[in-house]
């Protein structure tokens, strides 16, 4: 600070004692470091609004995903994705809810329950589901066994055939069988005139074994385990199974959106001869992964990101995970895409800067405005402290005129008492920051003219006998009278 405070506590105005004696008040600070101090904790104030913005964004997000029946792959991969996004601290974390299967996981996600559901692309899937990936691709296997002993009949070599015959289905879940009946409609028969026996996918080949069907039906992967078992049991005590082809594949596919015409390529099964020994056309249908419609952008974007990370990873110890695809972003796709997902296929991610940019500049916006009202409130709350220092440094003037016309030491002790006075009462307003250090300057000039008049108007009246100032106080008295 360019004045010497010490200057202003210096001089003696109080009847020619020593302020060096007199308690010394607390040098206050100056406006400039006080404007300083709250700069930077403006700065600091931002820095850390941004900070925990950035925090609060970027915290590890949990997302619950439905998915069953117990045992089955899918529960099974969804449980090494798990394992796999907590060992590299990804931002989407997953928690599995084990369902009994597709057709629970979708109603856990149309009740709001789950974020993301591991869902058959043939059963209703909620209103409120959009795709996020397509976890594999399913084929329906038809076939025969012979009959022996005393159900030995007429080999079974089409699905027209099928009418008055036991078909048996691998796998609990109403949506096999809803598939068999559309297989069975497609080529004229009344699924009513067909006796559908249902079997636990654990149990199929056992049934198979005791000969409790004439044909069987499983959908699964090409390269299903449980398909592959239950075939092979077939095979053991009855000789080699027939293949059903759905030779309208494609029909099926155009009445049903949900499945698509495939084939089921020879040898596919194994054994010796090659089952099947020839390529079998039959239809194929998705599960998909979907999530909610309402769920974020962002968060559904970082998850489809992570899924393909680390989808190699996986296809050791789950070779199914190689067959993770992409969704469908068409527009009329059967499971329309969510807006997340389709953001990473399509190279449009948003980063960080990008989603969030527009709040950073309106907080900063914000904050500067917020600065600059409370700066301009702090000056008007403090205007009246300005102006009463004005009035103070005018009063100072007057008293430089009365001290060089007083006739007594006494006037002049009592103005000095005042000018203490509006001495305290500036340093106050300084320290308050009301006025700036000019303003403080100005008072010191005025204070040094006011001690300079003092001290010449004393020694003027120490010089003149004692006689001559009384007379002249009581004249002045008399004149005020």
Not at 173 to 198: C, F, H, R, S, W
Not at 243 to 254: E, G, H, K, T, V
Not at 372 to 394: P, T
Request: aromatic share 6%.
């Amino acid at each position: 600070m360019k004045l010497s405070l010490k200057r202003l506590f210096g001089r003696s105005m109080t009847g020619g004692l020593d302020l060096a004696e007199a308690p010394v008040p607390t040098s206050p600070r100056s406006a400039a470091r006080r404007t300083a101090l709250v700069s930077l904790a403006l700065v600091l104030a931002i820095a850390g609004a941004l900070v925990g913005g950035y925090y609060f964004a970027m915290r590890p997000v949990t997302l619950k995903v439905a998915v069953g029946p117990a045992n089955s792959d899918d529960v099974k991969v969804m449980q090494a994705l798990t394992q796999g996004f907590a060992q590299h601290k990804s931002y989407v974390r997953l928690r599995p809810i084990q369902t009994d299967g597709a057709t629970a996981s979708a109603d856990l996600l149309a009740e709001g329950k789950a974020d993301l559901a591991i869902v058959r692309g043939d059963v209703d899937v909620p209103k409120n589901a959009q795709a996020v990936a397509t976890l594999r691709k399913n084929v329906v296997v038809l076939w025969s066994v012979p009959g022996k002993g005393k159900k030995k009949g007429a080999k079974i070599t089409k699905i027209a055939q099928l009418a008055g015959h036991k078909v048996g289905v691998v796998g609990r879940t109403q949506a096999n069988v809803n598939l068999l009946k559309v297989i069975l409609q497609q080529y004229g028969i009344d699924p009513a005139k067909v006796e559908i026996i249902q079997y636990p996918a654990n149990e199929a080949a056992e049934a198979i074994k005791a000969q409790k069907a004439d044909a069987y039906l499983a959908a699964g992967p090409v390269n299903s385990k449980i398909t592959s078992d239950a075939i092979a049991a077939s095979s053991k005590d009855t000789g080699t199974p027939t293949f059903l082809a759905i030779d309208s594949a494609d029909a099926i596919a155009q009445n049903h959106p949900v499945y698509e015409a495939s084939e089921i390529p020879a040898g596919t099964f194994g054994g010796s001869p090659a089952r099947p020994d020839d390529e079998v056309k039959t239809i194929s249908f998705s599960h998909h992964i979907v999530a909610r419609k309402g769920l974020s952008e962002t968060n559904v974007a970082a998850f489809t990101r992570q899924l393909f990370a680390v989808r190699q990873q996986l296809v050791t110890e789950f070779p199914l995970a190689a067959k993770i695809e992409t969704p469908d972003t068409d527009k009329d796709a059967v499971i329309p895409v969510h807006p997340g997902a389709a953001a990473f296929v399509d190279g449009e991610e948003k980063t960080f800067l990008d989603r969030y940019s527009d709040y950073i500049w309106w907080s900063l916006m914000a904050l500067s405005a917020m600065g600059s009202i409370g700066a301009w409130f702090a000056g008007y709350l403090k205007k009246d402290e300005r102006d009463n220092n004005s009035h103070l440094r005018d009063r100072l003037f007057d008293m430089i005129t009365a001290a060089r016309k007083s006739e007594t030491t006494e006037e002049l002790d009592q103005m000095q008492t005042e000018a203490d006075e509006i001495l305290r009462d500036t340093l106050r307003c300084f320290d308050h920051g009301a006025i700036e250090e000019a303003a403080l300057t100005a008072i010191n000039i005025v204070l040094d003219q006011f001690h300079a008049a003092v001290a010449d108007r004393k020694a003027v009246l120490f010089s003149m006998p004692q006689n001559l100032q009384r007379a002249g106080a009581q004249f002045r008295a008399a004149g005020n009278a």
